[in-house]
């Protein structure tokens, strides 16, 4: 949750700033000041000006011409690994369920209109390099940043909003298609998200990636606060949505109810 701030104490330059390297992403991994001037909502020769003074810090590397993001930036996500709470009070059951369960298992939160992955169980097999084992779905590691509307996770982090604030949510939003299940009709993913509310968990199947399924349930304090997700992937052909749900919910369940006091 944003913080309020009186407009005497913002720092613009320092928003201007982050707003410059928030632009890179997984799908644009080298601007030049052109893009991200657009990218930013800022002026062509704004952007050039801090583009240069992230690189000149060691934030942003250059060719002359396009900017991408140096190792530098890993020393935010280090440190907030490092010290915050929630990752490391989640480690432990996040890998205790694995070794129950034999699948990959995260812990997410909202950021926006993305989910972003602040725990993973450890030990994580790739079943293309060892012919079988647990799912490492496309984009699935620590601080990987995915669309809430396709992913069980953030389905559920959506549903823990109120209505009035899950409708500005809404408002205006266009739902990318990432595959062809992916559910982008605005009425449809409204009555979806209501049925999050009343399940209390979601399954997304093959909705962000084509072969992937994904059960999540929601990770509440003890004020019954929804703070984070917690979810597992699985291949179509290792397990079947209906043995997700029979299977593994009730571990998740159990899981949640466990991490109560901790979140």
């Known amino acids: ?64 011409s396009y900017f991408w993001l140096s190792a530098k930036v890993l020393r935010f996500s280090g440190s907030y690994l490092a010290s ?26 909202l950021d926006a209109d993305e989910v972003v992955i602040v725990a993973r169980s450890g030990n994580d097999r790739n079943p293309s390099t060892t012919g079988g084992g647990r799912v490492i779905a496309y984009g699935l590691h620590m601080g990987a940043r995915l669309p809430a509307h396709a992913t069980s996770t953030g389905r559920v982090l959506l549903a823990a909003k109120t209505k009035t604030a899950f409708s500005a949510w809404m408002k205006g939003r266009h739902l990318h298609r990432l595959t062809p299940l992916t559910t982008v009709d605005a009425k449809l993913f409204r009555a979806l998200i209501d049925k999050v509310r009343q399940d209390d968990f979601c399954i997304a199947s093959e909705e962000h990636e084509l072969g992937v399924h994904a059960l999540a349930v929601p990770l509440r304090n003890t004020k019954g606060v929804t703070v984070a997700a917690l979810n597992v992937v699985a291949s179509h052909s290792r397990l079947s949505t209906q043995a997700m749900q029979r299977d593994l919910l009730p571990l998740m369940f159990e899981a949640a109810r466990e991490l109560r006091p901790l979140m």
């Not at 410059?20 to 080298?30: A, H, P």
């Not at 915050?84 to 009070?89: E, G, I, M």
């Open 1 to 64: 949750m944003k913080s309020s701030i009186a407009k005497a104490d913002l720092i613009e330059g320092m928003a201007k700033g982050m707003a410059v390297l928030e632009s890179f992403d997984t799908e644009r991994q080298r601007l030049n000041a052109t893009l991200t001037a657009d990218r930013a909502g800022l002026t062509r020769a704004a952007a050039r000006r801090h583009l240069l003074t992230l690189a000149h810090l060691g934030y942003l590397e250059t060719d002359g």
């Open 84 to 109: 915050a709470r929630l990752p490391r009070a989640l480690q432990p059951t996040l890998n205790r369920l694995a070794v129950q369960a034999q699948e990959s298992f995260s812990a997410v939160v």
